[in-house]
């Protein structure tokens, strides 16, 4: 399992804290992993992760087959007309396969569909509880595919057909999953902001204020340095090395393509998870309010699942 660069998982079989000095390190330990700092460093780690997933889905065209129900049917799984497609198939066959292996008990893991889960095949780990209760709660990978199916593939995939179905759905279900980890990590930047001015947070929260929060938690300044990042990133990973001989440079994504697509989808997806993780921060510890029992249930479920394991 991926371990968490802030909050690397503490297995639960170490013994307690026999001593003053054990404490203290498991609290440095907490605070390191909970430092803007370090968890912006995680975010600048996953850009490279997304951008190279981009450049290796734009080798094909938009393949629409792919993403049409029942277009490409799969015997066993799905016949013609069926209402899903053969992306929801595979990235539904994956998150079983990882799903087994705990991907989806590490805090910094969303699946797809939480709700298909399978029980574990491993023992469980016990995490450090970086994260408030309400973490079980929060997930907005629907909107993430949405995002990615509307507007994020046909800024990066030429329109055609060129029948790499299997590669397309392949490089899809690598670029959501970067997309929706990186997204997710939203959560620790909430609770990092969420601890370093608690006052303020806790009263726009108990206002469900949320345009406030969102105000509140926005920082322009480093917002601007990402875009600009990423942009390099995408010109160095993505030049075509084979072109330039006649004066033009070409990239296999748009570098100002990837800096649009984290200014008007990845940043604000991220804040949208900020906001929703901050509205229920100081909910009781049954993490999360009735109505988002579904997705509560679920992560909580798998860890059920772990502990029965
Ligand atoms: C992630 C953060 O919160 C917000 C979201 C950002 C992003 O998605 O890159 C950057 C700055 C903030 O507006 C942060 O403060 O680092």
Not at 62 to 75: K, M
Not at 124 to 151: F, G
Not at 183 to 189: A, S
Request: glycine letters at 4%; one cysteine or more.
């Amino acid at each position: 399992m991926p371990v968490v660069a802030t909050a690397a998982p503490v297995h639960s079989s170490s013994p307690p804290a026999a001593s003053d000095a054990a404490a203290a390190e498991a609290e440095a330990d907490l605070s390191s992993a909970l430092s803007l700092a370090n968890i912006r460093q995680t975010l600048i780690r996953l850009e490279d992760t997304i951008i190279f997933s981009l450049i290796e889905r734009a080798q094909f065209a938009r393949n629409e087959p792919v993403y049409e129900a029942g277009a490409i049917p799969v015997p066993g799984f799905h016949a013609t007309g069926s209402r899903y497609s053969l992306l929801e198939y595979l990235l539904r066959e994956i998150e079983q396969v990882h799903g087994r292996i705990r991907r989806y008990t590490s805090p910094d893991e969303y699946a797809f569909f939480p709700e298909d889960l399978p029980a574990l095949v491993l023992p469980p780990i016990t995490y450090e509880q970086v994260l408030a209760p309400c973490s079980t709660v929060v997930n907005i990978n629907t909107a993430i595919l949405d995002m990615y199916l509307q507007d994020l593939l046909p800024e990066i995939s030429v329109p055609g057909d060129d029948h790499n179905y299997g590669s397309s759905a392949m490089n899809d279900v690598t670029a959501l999953q970067a997309l929706s980890k990186r997204i997710h990590y939203g959560m620790f930047v909430a609770e990092a902001k969420f601890r370093k001015q608690t006052e303020q947070y806790s009263e726009l929260i108990r206002r469900q204020d949320s345009a406030a929060i969102l105000d509140l938690l926005t920082d322009r300044a480093v917002e601007l340095k990402v875009i600009e990042r990423v942009r390099l990133k995408a010109a160095t990973f993505g030049v075509d090395l084979s072109s330039g001989g006649d004066g033009c440079t070409s990239y296999r994504v748009q570098p100002e393509v990837v800096a649009q697509l984290y200014e008007k989808w990845i940043m604000p997806l991220t804040k949208e998870v900020e906001v929703q993780y901050l509205l229920r921060r100081l909910d009781a510890e049954s993490g999360g309010s009735s109505s988002d029992g579904a997705a509560a249930a679920s992560k909580a479920q798998q860890r059920q699942h772990s502990a029965a394991a």
